[in-house]
């Protein structure tokens, strides 16, 4: 797909300097161009029309996932959370956003070294417009059982988001394609349902509310976090984490996926089996309609989890 002018226009973060985004440039012979050797976060600001402001989504959450990431990695950590939240601000003000955008801020290995290097370390930060999904929400996706395994703390800990990780989620999202459907729902190493490949998973049966615990080889996931909270807290649902089985999934009502990039995303159908009555079903509805609310700055019951962007309405 072309970049829009827009997107070829916008400005990096680099190392503390703002370039344009065809000056942004990592070394060939990093570790992160080599062997994916960076721990990233993908945050996500809506603009409020209203209040002519743009609100950035839990980014404390964001960087406290970042720093865990950036420790298990092995690389120390030279940023404050002050320092994170202003330079991603920054960014995105100078490139006058006012609609809504996905942000990219990724800390990687620079230099020249090998796969096992932790320095020296370099961070971008990347925005790009996204716009939100319509409420309601209308077609779902059609979503296959991979035969890749979702990757487990015993190799590679899914609890964190690693550049690497997202190897295992290509081998999946490539083979749901190649068959011919819209997304792939990975199992883990027991057999359980764990996530998709860029998302987190849902599924709805009466009034339960169901999602793998934390154990079952998943990102801790903060939209996953927000669904759980809305679904309890706002449509008094009974909310449940537990190990799911593969013929759960045949059986339940309604079922989607969640994330910062994905947002609410219904799922039709599994392994051809119609989910409810294939199209988005009634709760998932109502959540997506609520997260919209929250993220956007309209519920201010929820307004610890957004942050303005601008020091006062554009
Ligand atoms: C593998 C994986 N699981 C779950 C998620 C959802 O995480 P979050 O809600 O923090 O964006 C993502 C998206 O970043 C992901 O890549």
């Known amino acids: 797909m072309k970049d829009s002018k827009k997107n070829s226009d916008r400005l990096i973060w680099l190392n503390g300097k703002l370039v344009?985004?065809?000056?942004?440039?990592?070394?060939?012979?990093?570790?992160?161009?080599?062997?994916?050797?960076?721990?990233?976060e993908g945050i996500r600001c809506y603009w409020n029309e209203k209040e002519r402001q743009l609100y950035a989504f839990r980014l404390d959450d964001h960087y406290l996932r970042l720093v865990r990431s950036m420790r298990l990695f092995g690389l120390k950590n030279p940023y404050s959370m002050e320092?994170?939240?202003?330079?991603?601000?920054e960014t995105v003000r100078m490139n006058h956003y006012k609609?809504?955008?996905?942000?990219?801020?990724?800390?990687?290995?620079?230099?020249?070294?090998?796969?096992?290097s932790t320095e020296p370390l370099g961070m971008f930060i990347a925005p790009i417009g996204k716009a939100r999904k319509k409420v309601p929400l209308s077609a779902g996706e059609r979503v296959c059982i991979s035969s890749w395994e979702r990757i487990s703390e015993r190799d590679l800990?899914?609890?964190?988001?690693?550049?690497?990780?997202?190897?295992?989620?290509?081998a999946a999202y490539l083979e749901a394609v190649n068959k011919g459907f819209d997304a792939a729902l990975f199992l883990n190493r027991m057999g359980y349902v764990a996530e998709g490949t860029g998302s987190c998973?849902?599924?709805i049966k009466g009034n339960e509310v169901i999602t793998p615990s934390l154990?079952?080889?998943?990102?801790?996931?903060?939209?996953r976090d927000t669904v759980i909270q809305i679904a309890k807290d706002e449509l008094k649902l009974k909310v449940t984490e537990r190990h799911i089985d593969r013929s759960e999934l045949f059986m339940c009502d309604e079922a989607f996926f969640c994330g910062s990039a994905v947002e609410i995303s219904p799922i039709s159908a599994i392994e051809g089996f119609n989910v409810g009555e294939g199209k988005p079903g009634k709760y998932t509805?109502?959540?997506?309609?609520?997260?919209?609310?929250i993220v956007a700055g309209d519920n201010i019951k929820y307004s610890n989890w957004i942050e303005p962007v601008y020091d006062c309405g554009v």
Do not use: C
Request: hydrophobic share 40%.
């Open 215 to 223: 154990t079952d080889s998943i990102l801790e996931s903060i939209t």
């Open 157 to 170: 800990s899914p609890r964190v988001k690693v550049g690497a990780n997202y190897i295992n989620s290509r």
């Open 20 to 40: 344009p985004v065809n000056e942004a440039k990592i070394g060939i012979l990093s570790p992160t161009s080599q062997f994916g050797a960076n721990v990233f």
């Open 99 to 116: 609609e809504d955008i996905a942000v990219r801020q990724t800390v990687f290995v620079d230099g020249m070294g090998s796969w096992f």
């Open 83 to 89: 320092e994170l939240k202003e330079y991603l601000k």
């Open 285 to 293: 509805i109502e959540i997506h309609k609520k997260y919209i609310e």
């Open 201 to 203: 998973f849902f599924m």
